[in-house]
């Protein structure tokens, strides 16, 4: 399951009409924060965000692994 976050203006008649569009569908749950937003620190934990650094030298490590593998 891939987590998302958005920003919608419920105040706006399309976006209020979209968030109670996605509150009907099953397989979207729609969590409120009480402070309208959350910081960039939190978004990125609930999603188990890593530093850029980490993802890159990961991302080479298994590119190097996969075409290293076969020979």
């Known amino acids: ?5 958005l920003t919608i203006n419920e ?4 976006g209020g009409s979209l968030l109670s ?3 009907t569908l099953d397989f ?7 402070d309208n937003s ?7 934990s609930e999603c188990n965000a890593v530093p850029l650094e980490f993802f ?13 593998a076969g020979k």
């Open 28 to 34: 979207v749950t729609v969590r409120e924060t009480e």
């Open 1 to 5: 399951m891939k987590t998302l976050s």
């Open 38 to 44: 959350l910081s960039g620190k939190q978004a990125a």
């Open 11 to 14: 105040q706006t008649k399309a």
């Open 56 to 68: 890159i030298k990961e991302l080479h490590r298994k590119v190097d692994n996969h075409f290293t």
């Open 21 to 23: 569009f996605l509150k």
